[in-house]
Nanobody, 120 residues
Framework: VQLQASGGGLVQAGDSLRLSCAAS????????MGWFRQAPGKEREFVSA????????YYSDSVKGRFTISRDNAQNTVYLQMNSLKPEDTAVYYC??????????????WGQGTQVTVSS
């Protein structure tokens, strides 16, 4: 499975961005999907995940209420709508796919990352 993330950019605090992640395989609907991020000098951290059908979603406490994950299985794409962005959201954002459950510690496939920079 190849994943292509896009939609990052430079925004001001309080702005919104929508990240997209397109998958190469028609088996996309068989994968739970997640978004992770890594800020400079920090470890990669979980941001959000969604089940295969999209019926359940998960968020880290730091983004809950501001970010929304969704997916379109017909388009093989997962989205991350990010609202009320804060400078501490600055990071490279990665999408990932897993054959397991969305909260699993191990994801099987990773995209290349897209940079999100939030200025104060």
């Amino acid at each position: 499975v190849q994943l292509q993330a896009s939609g990052g950019g430079l925004v001001q605090a309080g702005d919104s961005l929508r990240l997209s992640c397109a998958a190469s395989e028609r088996t996309f609907s068989s994968n739970a999907m997640g978004w992770f991020r890594q800020a400079p000098g920090k470890e990669r951290e979980f941001v959000s995940a969604i089940t295969r059908s999209g019926s359940s979603t998960y968020y880290s406490d730091s983004v809950k209420g501001r970010f929304t994950i969704s997916r379109d299985n017909a388009q093989n794409t997962v989205y991350l709508q990010m609202n009320s962005l804060k400078p501490e959201d600055t990071a490279v954002y990665y999408c990932a796919a897993t054959w397991g459950i969305p909260t699993a510690p191990h994801y099987d496939y990773w995209g290349q990352g897209t940079q999100v920079t939030v200025s104060s």
